[in-house]
């Protein structure tokens, strides 16, 4: 059983900077694909970034493309994603996902099949 535990949300000003983490355990295949998924409050859900086992292959969403880097840590599980020069708009409840069957493109969140519980993320002054 997958099993997704999320960290690093917080209350950041414009422009700071947060760094979420995304521990994972019981992935059962050499190839899978962890992705974040944020949901800002009265808005859909938006995949942001994804990672893949295979040759670390990385998707970002256009709103977040420039800022935000997403990268593993084979040895800790983990997976992180940096966040820098965080708007307003960038508040959300950040989710850590994992899937076998995703790739890493536009529309990975659609396949994820096990989710954390979530992260809350405010960027406000």
């Known amino acids: 059983q997958v099993q997704l535990v999320e960290s690093g949300g917080g209350l950041v000003q414009p422009g700071g900077s947060l760094r979420l983490s995304c521990e994972v355990s019981?992935?059962?295949?050499?190839?899978?694909?962890i992705g974040w998924i944020r949901q800002a409050p009265g808005k859909g859900r938006e995949g942001v970034s994804c990672?893949?086992?295979?040759?670390?292959?990385?998707y970002y969403a256009d709103s977040v493309k420039g800022r935000f880097t997403i990268y593993r840590d084979s040895v800790k599980n983990t997976v992180y994603m940096e966040m820098n020069h965080l708007k307003p708009e960038d508040t959300a409840i950040y989710y850590c996902?994992?899937?076998?069957?995703?790739?890493?493109?536009?529309?990975?969140?659609?396949?994820?099949?096990?989710w954390g519980k979530g992260t809350l993320v405010t960027v406000s002054s």
């Open positions: 996902a994992a899937s076998y069957r995703a790739v890493a493109a536009p529309g990975f969140d659609a396949a994820m099949d096990d």
């Open positions: 019981g992935i059962s295949s050499a190839y899978y694909v």
């Open positions: 990672i893949s086992s295979a040759d670390d292959l990385t």
